[in-house]
């Protein structure tokens, strides 16, 4: 029997011939905790007398969901992963510098990689052919210190993408569009591997996009194939010699194959308080918004900027409508501020922060009022997501934030191509 | 391992969010004083009324959302013994087990609040003895039990000094 691509890596660094439903306990090459769950781990690393790390260059401590601190107490926390890395060399990644999910594919995430996280969305860096996946913050404190976690090798979904997408939906529409078909625990404890001939034409940042939200229909992690577009990817990135071939062997076991046409996809929007509530553009009543952000792992990369500037471009947002602009990392910031793509979210009345996770883990930065409706870019909508349990979060592609700003309620984004 | 406790009711879907609301992210390293806010999106009095020994019973996908351990653990020191759901979301299913707080799913829709249960971990076996009925549920992994018995993730690692699976 074949293995999926997961059983592939994880049977490379467990060093036994692994297929799904085993126990392993497996090496990792890279380990990473962020500013609301590193101070948990580094507290329990010291219960242990155990304030090492296994791969100083691999092991990161992000500083981007308070970020910067809006209170004492996260100050006090930020301190404490500062002190961590100063003492044992890990990688501090400081305010201003990220998200987590995008920093880890710029500038780590390699294909056959085994990628853990104490971070739900680490499945993002899925999309380069790595087994990434999210865990609390004891997993990830002994990962640091002894470079490896326990798995259960996970059974497989495939995903097969046929054909392309229409102008004006995009990939952020395909995974809301899967994950309302299959549900919020569609693909609990799977890999959701996706592939076919509609993903030769999906960009790295789309399909970012896509594995970012495999965590959403409750998946262990989201994968795709490496193939040219992989490589092309680390080849600007420097890091070619990462390159190398995974794939699926051809007589491998899916538990289970969906189809999805992409032609068929429209605009899709998902309603409050689950992702997987979603609906057509074509099919909702008016929904009026109060703010709508553009940003985060699952959709605050340059191409998404792009699409909500060229939508935003000489237009003014509606008056009675926030729009924030978060920039995922400073690189993308300082490419989006020399394509002049800043000037045009400013122009149109947008607030644009520094990079993070800006407002949608409900910390900071565009925290919901009671009532209030916002269409977000981010990847989940649950019941107090963004600091309000009196709030309703919806859930977009750039595009259909951008129009939607412009008119103060969501609307299909084809109108403004 | 036998368990005993009344049941506490819950839907379907409740997320870490409801569990452990980001608007208290500040208090992650005060995590007596995030209990005191435990699951309050899902239930604003359970913080306040939750005693020793009980049992949350839920719905579908209990747990999903995000990867923070804060939830399962504030929910140990509520005084939660087990929680029982038609299923659990796979992180908050791995970080619970790794704090030892034990886990277990079975079909929930006959239990009501306030039932008396009865638990044994190892059959896996669930008696609701307010309605004098027995339920079965999806024995938990050998590896996992283990967890359990030894007292969390940390405790095996004292022991046995290494990740191993046994």
Redesign the interface.
Known sequence: MGKTISEKIISEHSEKDVKSGD???SKIDVAMVQD??G??SI??LK??DMEQVFNKDNTILFID??SPSP?K??S??HK?LREFAQKTGAYLSEVGEGICHQRLVEDWASPGYIIV????H?CTSGAVGAFAT??????IA?GFA?G???L?VPGTYKFILKGELKEGVYAKDIILHIIGKIG??GA??KAMEFDGDGIENLSMSERFTITNMA?EA?A?TGIFPTDEKTKGYLKKRNREDKFREITSDSDANYEKVFEIDLKEIEPTISFPH?VDNTRKISEIDEVKLDQVFIGTCTNGRLEDLRIAASILEGRKKNQGTRLIVVPASKEIYKNALKEGLLETFLEAGAAIQSPGCGPC???HQG?LGDGEKVLSTQN?N????????NGFIYLSSPATAAASAIEGKIVDPRNYL | MNLKGRARKFGD?I?T??IA???Y??????LSKLAEHVLE?ADPDFANNVEKGDIIVAG??FG???????APRIIKISGVSCILAK?F???FY??SF??SLPLLATDTDKIEEGDELKINLEKGTIEDLTKDIKLKSTPI???MLKLIQIG???EF??KYG????I
């Open positions: 126990f392993v306990i609301g769950t101070p948990l507290d329990e219960k242990l969901h308070a209170k107490e996260l006090n926390d404490k996280g104490a971070d739900s680490t999210g865990m609390g913050s004891t997993d002994l002894l490896k976690v326990w259960k919020a625990d609990t404890y965590i409750g262990k689950t883990v409900g910390v925290v989940r649950f019941k107090g997501r963004m600091g309000n349990p | 879907n997320s969010d409801h609301p980001g608007r992210f500040h208090l992650r390293s005060n999106d579908r996908n999903l959302g995000s990867s923070r351990e804060h299923s979301a796979r992180i791995r970080n790794n704090i992994p050998q590896f969390g993730i940390e690692v004292k290494d990740l191993k699976v």
